[in-house]
Nanobody, 124 residues
Framework: VQLQASGGGSVQAGDSLRLSCAASGRSISSYDMGWFRHVPGKPREFVAAIKSTSSNEYYEDSVKGRFTISRDIAKNTVYLQMNSLKPEDTAVYFC??????????????????WGQGTQVTVSS
């Protein structure tokens, strides 16, 4: 499986970005998809995930109400719509694919394959 993340950039606080993660080699319909972010010197942080079976969405508390994860099965792509961006959202964002049990959906170790990351920079 290959995951290609895109859509990052440099924006002002309050702006929006939409990240995309295009998968190849496997259909995302059978897998859970997650977004994580990483700031140098800190652990990789869970951002959002969507379950393949239920399409239920899960979010880290600081992004609830601002970020939305979605997927387009036909395009084999998962998205992360990020609104009302804050400087603390600055990070490299990674998409990931896996089949985590629900209690481990926020753990990066639960995911099998990772995209290359896309930089999001939010200035105040």
């Amino acid at each position: 499986v290959q995951l290609q993340a895109s859509g990052g950039g440099s924006v002002q606080a309050g702006d929006s970005l939409r990240l995309s993660c295009a998968a190849s080699g496997r259909s995302i319909s059978s897998y859970d998809m997650g977004w994580f972010r990483h700031v140098p010197g800190k652990p990789r942080e869970f951002v959002a995930a969507i379950k393949s079976t239920s399409s239920n969405e899960y979010y880290e508390d600081s992004v609830k109400g601002r970020f939305t994860i979605s997927r387009d099965i036909a395009k084999n792509t998962v998205y992360l719509q990020m609104n009302s961006l804050k400087p603390e959202d600055t990070a490299v964002y990674f998409c990931a694919i896996g089949r985590p049990i629900l209690s481990a959906i926020t753990y990066s170790s639960s995911y099998y394959y990772w995209g290359q990351g896309t930089q999001v920079t939010v200035s105040s």
